[in-house]
Structure formats: structure tokens, C-alpha cells
């Protein structure tokens, strides 16, 4: 495969692939945020998550885009956003989308997340129900106090080279709560971790290609890069304590589950009063990707 430069790899490029989308910039919270916007009618926000960018959706923001006004974000400290050193709390990180969300002229929107995109989305929905349409959440709840007990030994047999539902080995989540350290490991190394990470929660590993992997890897391997997706999990706790406070909300929400399917079950059952719960068959953790046009359709269904 011929190398590819950083300009082949920028967001000015990437949206090329996309007709009918175009970048967007703006200031929240005092930081710059990344967007990616097209199509029309009632407003969709879509927010990835590690170790991925707005580029996640991509097969997905044509199909949305014929119903929705789709607007992909690249998170705090994801991208072509900035990447301040405080604020990765994910109550601060829905406050940004919900300053963007009213800076694009919007009151209400449908949000979605994925990952941590995932767990920002159900904070906006926490903390600003009043501009939360409806909510949909693939693969992973917020962080709450069962965390706490996520095993870092695995059972014996159970460290296997694809994910065990049952028995995940997330070894990366303790790894990315020490500060400065994966910075020195990993700079120029990156794509060392995320191969590793597509190849244990893949179930169809050609969903992402070595040019989509390639765009990851230019979005994160910097030092700020490295420091600011590790600091999404670094305020674990600073979420698991909000989490408290959360009451159930009362928006529709649609989970859709891979590997933690279980997990998301668990969790929505006590905080989604109108609750729709799907299972992502044939699919590893990165739905979006794996299965892009069936999720799409799901969540068309949902939001109708």
C-alpha cells in the first residue's frame, strides 16, 4: 500500500470522502471543537470514542444524513479539537456538546455516542434532559460503581485473542490511569496498542482498514494525543462519583450492545425508564464500523 502523508490523513481530506459534509469549528467552553456536518432535518450529534475520531461513523453519516442533520464531534481532546489539560470528566465534556449544540442554533437534538462517545452522550442526557430528544448508546453504559471492581487478573484460560463476553481482560484501563508514562511508551508506537485493541474487540477485523487505522493513529500519536485519550479514563472516578447523582432519565433510549452487551443491560435497566435494548450480532465492540448500515437502520427505526 502506497504511504500516505499526514495531509491524506487531516480532516480537510477526509470530509472529501463525504459529499454533501463539511468541517465546522467552534469555541466552547473556552476550547475549540471539531465537527463534521451534513444532510437535513431534525439534528443527530454523534460522538466517538477511543481510539477512534468522527471518522468512526463514516459509513454511517451518509445513511443518517437522508433523515437527520448529522453532526459528528470529535470530543474534548480527540482530533482536530483541542486538548486542554483538565475537563475530561464526562459532565464537562456534555457540557461542551451542549454549549455547540446551542452555539449551532439548536435546542433540542437525538444524541449518540459510542465508547466514551457513549458515556458523554448519556451525561447530556443526565444533565440536560430538556435538550435530549432521545438518547441512543452503543456498547458501553457510563461508568458507575461496579467499575470498581473490574478485574485486572484474568481467570485462568481466559486470556483469549479475541474477547470473551463474559470475561474481558480491559488491562488498557488501569494502563491509561498513569500519567505521563504511556506518553514516553508509546509515542511513535501508537499503532502498536490500537492493533492490538482492533484485534481483540473486532469480530470482523477488515471493518477497519489500514488506511482507517492509519487515520487514528495520526489523530493520537503525539504526546498530547496520548495524554489526552488517557484522561477520558483518568476521570473514571470524578464520573463514577457523578453517577450518583444521576436519576433514570426519561427520554426514550436505544442501547445497542456487542461484547458488553450485558454491561450496557445492567446498567440502562436502572437509568432508562423507556428503555429499547438491542444485540449487535456477528459484531465486536466497534459497531459503527463492523456493522455500519444495519445499526444505521436500527437507529433510523428508533428515532422515527
Not at 442533520?69 to 482536530?80: P, Q, S
Not at 482498514?209 to 470524578?238: C, E, L, M, T
Request: proline share 6%; charged share 20%.
Amino acid at each position: 500500500m502506497k504511504a500516505m502523508s499526514p495531509i491524506d490523513l487531516n480532516d480537510a481530506s477526509l470530509v472529501r470522502k463525504l459529499p454533501g459534509f463539511s468541517n465546522g469549528y467552534a469555541m466552547v467552553n473556552g476550547i475549540k471543537l471539531h465537527y463534521v456536518t451534513g444532510g437535513t432535518g431534525k439534528p443527530l450529534v454523534l460522538l466517538p470514542g477511543w481510539p477512534e475520531t468522527w471518522w468512526s461513523y463514516r459509513e454511517m453519516m451518509p445513511i443518517l444524513a437522508k433523515h437527520y442533520t448529522v453532526i459528528a464531534v470529535d470530543l474534548r481532546g480527540m482530533g482536530g479539537s483541542d486538548k486542554p489539560e483538565t475537563g475530561y470528566d464526562k459532565k464537562t465534556m456534555a457540557g461542551d456538546i451542549y454549549e455547540l449544540v446551542h452555539q449551532l442554533g439548536y435546542q433540542r437534538v437525538f444524541i449518540l455516542g459510542h465508547d466514551i462517545g457513549s458515556m458523554v452522550a448519556f451525561s447530556f442526557a443526565a444533565n440536560h434532559p430538556d435538550a435530549t430528544l432521545k438518547l441512543v448508546m452503543l456498547d458501553i453504559p457510563h461508568p458507575d460503581e461496579s467499575w470498581f471492581s473490574i478485574p485486572m487478573i484474568p481467570p485462568p484460560g481466559k486470556i483469549t485473542e479475541k474477547i470473551d463476553e463474559d470475561h474481558a481482560f480491559q488491562w488498557w484501563f488501569a494502563f491509561h490511569q498513569i500519567k505521563e508514562l504511556p506518553e514516553e511508551l508509546l509515542l511513535g508506537r501508537v499503532h502498536l496498542e490500537h492493533d492490538w485493541i482492533f484485534h481483540y474487540l473486532l469480530y470482523d477485523e477488515t471493518a477497519i482498514s489500514a488506511f482507517d487505522r492509519a487515520v487514528y493513529v495520526n489523530a493520537y500519536d503525539s504526546k498530547d494525543g496520548i495524554r489526552a485519550g488517557n484522561a477520558w479514563y483518568q476521570a473514571f472516578s470524578q464520573d463514577i462519583e457523578d453517577d450518583k447523582n444521576y436519576q433514570a432519565v426519561q427520554m426514550p433510549v436505544l442501547g445497542i450492545g456487542g461484547p458488553a452487551y450485558k454491561r450496557l443491560q445492567a446498567y440502562l435497566s436502572g437509568k432508562a425508564s423507556n428503555l429499547t435494548l438491542l444485540k449487535a450480532e456477528d459484531s465486536g465492540h466497534f459497531i459503527t464500523e463492523e456493522k455500519p448500515g444495519e445499526t444505521a437502520a436500527q437507529i433510523i427505526d428508533f428515532l422515527q
